[in-house]
């Protein structure tokens, strides 16, 4: 009798070890059956199942490698399974999983070929008087570039004759010299944007808010590029209220600085009160700030014919003449050092 209870207490550990063993396999199969049915399409990770079951990847390998074509999905689920039911349920979620997968292929091979004829077809519609167009924008560009480029020279050919005449009389005597004799208008500095450009690019996809967020990033580089003048002294800021009735250029060749300034002249198309002041708040205290407001004296017609001559081309938005038409008319008490209109008449095409 003894010698029996021996025998049943060594095989007894050996029992619990098993039933543990077949728990924990049923455990897996559960998770990965599970995972399955959820129809999660990611793959299950070994270590993921390992940690969920709560053994060890390693153990996972060694006494449940069996199951690793399941986790791996290279084996049928469904032979993991007993009953009708949950059988049939396998089987569908597999139906299923290759429904989506064909559909999901078909789907991305029809929006390869989409984009491939929408390509084509865009290509197909630029039409020789468009090939004009972009001709007449890169050439007006190259102009506008020019024009910049010839004023940029002559400032720096003042700014060699000012270091010629330092040298030849000495900085005291060349200081004198300047302030008496040197030309206003070489003092002036224009900051321009291209709205030709931004009215060629809605002419193409007619955005008004394009229009506006390019017309917005095109000021900030400006404003930004005031704060290297906060420590230059008498510096003059000079915004152009742009309202398409006359030219910046026309603006800069007429303005005369006042002796011993520096003028900052920046082409200013913003209409409400809120933009101006947000744009101005941004230049340097130590500048004065003037802003000049041209006035049309014609009639609407006239300044819509004022208009197309200018903006021939390529038109402005009518959400943009709108706004200028409707302009905020500038005030002192807005904060402006000075605040000037001047008459533009009708016919004025420079």
């Given amino acids: 009798m003894s010698n029996l209870l021996a025998t049943h207490a060594d095989e007894q550990p050996d029992t619990l070890e098993q039933s543990s063993g077949a728990q924990r396999r049923k455990l897996l199969i559960e998770i990965i059956v599970e995972h399955y049915l ?6 299950l990770k070994l270590k993921d199942v390992a940690d969920r ?11 449940y490698g069996d199951l690793k074509p399941y986790i791996a999905g290279k084996r049928d689920v469904a032979d993991l399974v007993n009953g009708n039911e949950l059988r049939s349920q396998v089987q569908t979620q597999t139906a299923i999983n290759e429904v989506e997968a064909k559909y999901t292929e078909q789907i991305e091979r029809l929006k390869v070929e989409h984009e491939k004829e929408l390509k084509k077809a865009l290509d197909s519609h630029i039409t020789s008087l468009m090939k004009g167009d972009i001709v ?9 570039s020019l024009e910049r480029q010839t004023l940029h020279n002559a400032d720096l050919l003042n700014q060699i004759h000012r270091l010629e005449l330092k040298l030849a009389l000495g900085a005291d005597a060349s200081t004198s010299l300047a302030k008496d004799t040197e030309p206003a208008k070489n003092n002036k500095v224009v900051f321009d944007l291209d709205i030709e450009a931004l009215c060629f690019d809605y002419q193409r996809g007619k955005s008004f808010d394009a229009f506006e967020d390019q017309k917005n990033i095109e000021l900030r580089k400006i404003r930004d590029k005031l704060s290297k003048y906060a420590s230059t002294l008498d510096v003059r800021v000079i915004l152009f209220a742009d309202r398409y009735i006359s030219k910046l250029k026309t603006f800069t060749d007429e303005y005369v600085a006042q002796p011993k300034e520096v003028s900052l002249i920046i082409r200013l198309p913003l209409f409400s009160r809120s933009e101006i002041l947000s744009f101005a708040k941004h230049i340097p205290a130590s500048c004065k700030t003037s802003i000049h407001v041209p006035y049309f004296s014609g009639s609407e017609s006239e300044k819509k014919l004022q208009r197309l001559g200018t903006y021939k081309q390529f038109p402005l938005p009518p959400e943009e003449i709108k706004g200028a038409d409707n302009a905020d008319q500038p005030s002192i008490t807005w904060g402006f050092d000075e605040v000037s209109f001047f008459k533009v008449k009708p016919g004025s095409h420079p």
């Fill in 38 to 43: 959820s129809g999660n399409r990611s793959k």
């Fill in 53 to 63: 079951a709560g053994i060890s990847r390693q153990a996972l390998d060694r006494y």
């Fill in 136 to 144: 007449l924008l890169e050439s007006n560009k190259i102009r506008v």
